[in-house]
Nanobody, 124 residues
């Protein structure tokens, strides 16, 4: 059983930056593809970014590509989401999640474990 704890959210002005962290415990972290999702009020949860087991492959939602960077440190069992040039439309609760299959990275139902979420609010 893998436990995930998200942190790093907050209130930031448009154009600012935040770094989210997700600490994993209870499993072999390097066995999992890690993803970040977000959910805004009244909207469905959407894929933001994913990173493969070793970190060699990454993938992003088109609207965040070039602004967000996903990375992982397998020695620290932690995945990060560096968010730059934030926009008000990035406001959402952000969740990290773990899955064994990179092929399923875009779909929330492919993920086995989820963090509790961290609120990101971007003011205009």
């Amino acid at each position: 059983q893998v436990q995930l704890v998200d942190s790093g959210g907050g209130l930031v002005q448009a154009g600012g930056s935040l770094r989210l962290s997700c600490a994993a415990s209870g499993g072999t972290f390097s066995n999992y593809v890690m993803g970040w999702f977000r959910q805004a009020p009244g909207k469905e949860r959407e894929f933001v970014a994913a990173i493969s087991w070793s970190g060699a492959n990454t993938d992003y939602l088109l609207s965040v590509k070039g602004r967000f960077t996903i990375s992982r440190d397998n020695a620290k069992n932690t995945v990060y989401l560096q968010m730059n040039s934030l926009k008000p439309e990035d406001t959402a609760v952000y969740y990290c999640a773990a899955t064994r299959a990179y092929s399923g990275r875009y779909r929330p139902e492919s993920y086995d474990y989820w963090g509790q979420g961290t609120q990101v609010t971007v003011s205009s």
